[in-house]
């Protein structure tokens, strides 16, 4: 198991593929044994990818105290130290893209360049949809709202007429949840990471990044709608904006979403 200690915390951790160096950093409950996941992606065939499972999640140390948005930049910074790299790309998805933000502006030598992914900055950029508001919900309940949050286009007469589509997603999403579910301190972790995502506020820090940045979205996401990712676009100088048909899973859900975030980290097009 590729544990690697970076201080206050022991980090769960794989590096695959060969190319130009890329970290990914995941979103809300990631854990890498969830697939698909980005090495099931086009981009696993184009860099080496660096991707972990953050504090509080998945198979890293999950303590139980206050978790910010700080330490989580702070996470990646040490684990970049400890793996041997000095700079690379960086993804950052949802939550990810979150850290991302802090991450960059912390430690902004470290990033060559920059992808966004259906993410917020908090504060007068936007908050992302209130996952905390959901804690309380048993996993089915959390599954069947959370599908409607993702993609707008889900509604109830959509799950009416694509039942079959409908149910078959839930047991997807079940069966992805459940994986770790009843690992101790797997619950606390994960209500540590949703409380932490609550304190972001990047926004007027954002015109600070001077690398190439693409921000990216679902045009359909009810988590991080548009309107956040415009409010990313207008702080951050030269940024590019790239909306695709899907929700908060758009590159999952448009096939030229992964192909548009590679030529941007190859810098082609």
Not at 66 to 91: F, K, P, Q, R
Not at 149 to 159: S, V
Request: proline share 5%; aromatic share 8%; net charge negative.
């Amino acid at each position: 198991m590729p544990m690697i200690d970076i201080g206050p915390i022991e980090v769960y951790y794989e590096i695959r593929g060969s190319g130009p160096r890329l970290l990914y950093i995941s979103g809300t409950g990631g854990d890498l044994r969830r697939h698909p996941g980005i090495f099931d992606s086009p981009l696993a065939d184009q860099y080496e990818i660096l991707a972990y499972d953050q504090r509080g999640l998945g198979q890293s140390s999950r303590p139980d105290v206050e978790y910010s948005m700080a330490d989580y930049a702070n996470d990646a910074n040490a684990l970049m130290d400890a793996v041997g790299w000095e700079a690379s790309g960086v993804i950052g998805v949802s939550f990810g893209g979150m850290v991302g933000q802090e991450y960059a502006l912390r430690f902004t030598e470290r990033v060559e360049r920059l992808v966004l992914a259906c993410t917020s900055t908090g504060g007068a950029g936007g908050h992302s949809y209130p996952l905390h508001e959901l804690q309380d919900l048993d996993a089915e309940q959390w599954v069947r709202t959370v599908i409607g949050l993702a993609d707008t286009r889900r509604d109830a007469k959509w799950r009416e007429e694509h039942a079959e589509d409908y149910e078959a997603l839930v047991a997807q999403m079940l069966s992805a949840v459940s994986i770790g579910a009843d690992e101790p301190g797997r619950a606390m972790g994960a209500r540590r990471q949703v409380e932490a995502r609550r304190q972001l506020d990047t926004y007027a820090r954002l015109p600070q990044l001077s690398m190439p940045v693409l921000v990216c979205g679902g045009r359909y996401d009810g988590i991080a709608p548009v309107a956040n990712l415009e409010a990313i676009v207008r702080q951050v100088p030269g940024a590019k904006l790239e909306l695709f048909e899907g929700g908060h899973m758009f590159y999952l859900q448009d096939p030229e979403a992964f192909e548009r975030i590679g030529q941007f980290l190859a810098n082609v097009g």
